[in-house]
């Protein structure tokens, strides 16, 4: 018991705010949805009304550029915008309905337009423009370990990657001023353009983190997040430091151990030494939580329905900025269940920051007490997680809402 305690304190001697609002995101898309782009556009439209009176503050988009895949995810002209008109329209209706407009800002890497002639490699680009110097020189192609993106002494090149490969197309060396300045002027863009006013940056694995800090200070976002596609706790929180704690990251460490705890029904996991599982162990502030995404849901999924619903049960009580997956919102089995803890997120005032104390984390049975809590039966949350009975101490306590193996308490 008395180490629960002295990780509640230490985690409340560690949190720095970026805000603390009742922040609760929703992706508005899977893998599949983006085979389509421009018909997604009209059915987060739609959806709006419905997201903002469940208590939703941000819709993620997906990349809206014109890119070498149908998702999006390999970018090439950046100012053309695919469905543009449906895609501010889809915007604007998030706008109206109270939540920020969240964009997936993919700037790791990019297709290129034109071969060049130095090379004959596909690394001159249009839209905007540059050549082959906005290339890093240690690119390398897909299973080769000696042809490059752009291949020194044959052409000029950019400086060495700042960060991890990635082999489909050209990376961006982003140490330059020009490359710099065009990013944040097609970010500034899209802000005024569009009025997108948060930011998901995808794969922040690829570039160092102070340029992620450097575009969120130009452009101002009222969030960020970063995907740090690792499960090391120490190398994520690096990142987030080294962006001078301009943003937050995606918590793969927690997300992992959720779900092997959950899976295992045992939970001696979720209190590793004296803090919980991953970023919200160490910087709850800077912890942006989630079950599943559009990629870990192709061939990582969470779970069945009752341990999905866990999984919310979970993110949606504890700290950390929660993210609501589009396949889970719109499956009618677990959309009632997410809703409810969206309700009890808000109407308890559990903020990403909030106080936690854990009663118990073994085979069986993971319980916790939220909501400021300091001490075993304080708090004004209680929850649950395991096949094992468990009820809070104290008095005036009332299930709010409960599942298969999962319940929670408040008063």
Partial sequence: KNTCLLAVLLIGCLISH?????????????????????????????????????GFTHVWFPPPSQSADTQGYMPGEWYNILGSTSLASAVNAVKSNGMSPMLDIVINHRSATYKSSCDNNYNNFTNPDWDSTAVVKDDYVCNSSTQMMC?????????????????????????????????????????????????????????????????????????????????DVDAIT???????????????????????????????????????????????????TFTDNHDTARNDRFGNTDQIEMGYAYILTHPGFPFVFYDDWNNSQLQPAIKALMNI?????????????????????????????????????????????????????????????WAVWTR
């Fill in 151 to 231: 291949q020194a002494g044959q052409c000029d090149c950019g400086a060495a990657d700042t960060g991890a490969n990635f082999c489909a197309t050209c990376d961006v060396d982003h140490t330059q001023t020009k490359i710099q300045n065009d990013i944040m002027s097609w970010m500034n863009w899209l802000k005024s353009t569009y009025s997108f006013s948060s930011w998901r940056f995808d794969m922040v694995i690829g570039y160092g983190p102070e340029f992620v800090g450097k575009y969120v200070t130009s452009t101002n976002p009222d969030f960020s997040v970063g995907e740090y596609w690792e499960d």
């Fill in 345 to 405: 997120r808000n109407q308890q005032n559990l903020t990403p920051t909030d106080l936690i104390y854990i009663d118990q984390h073994k085979q069986g049975l993971y319980s916790v007490y939220l909501g400021n809590a300091n001490a075993l039966c304080s708090g004004n949350t209680a929850m649950k997680l395991g096949t094992d009975s468990w009820d809070p101490c104290g008095s005036g306590w009332k299930v709010a809402y409960s599942g298969n193996n």
């Fill in 238 to 288: 690096s990142w987030i430091k080294g962006t001078g704690n301009k943003s937050t990251a995606f918590d793969f460490p927690l997300r992992d151990t959720l779900k092997g705890c959950v899976d295992s029904n045992n939970f001696s996991g979720l209190l590793q030494g004296i803090n919980p599982p991953g970023i919200i162990g160490v910087m709850p502030g800077y912890s942006s």
């Fill in 18 to 54: 970026i805000n603390s609002s009742q922040f609760i995101a929703f992706q508005a898309f899977d893998w599949n949805a983006l085979s389509s782009r421009t018909s997604l556009y009209p059915t987060i439209q739609n959806m709006a009304p419905s997201l903002g009176s469940a």
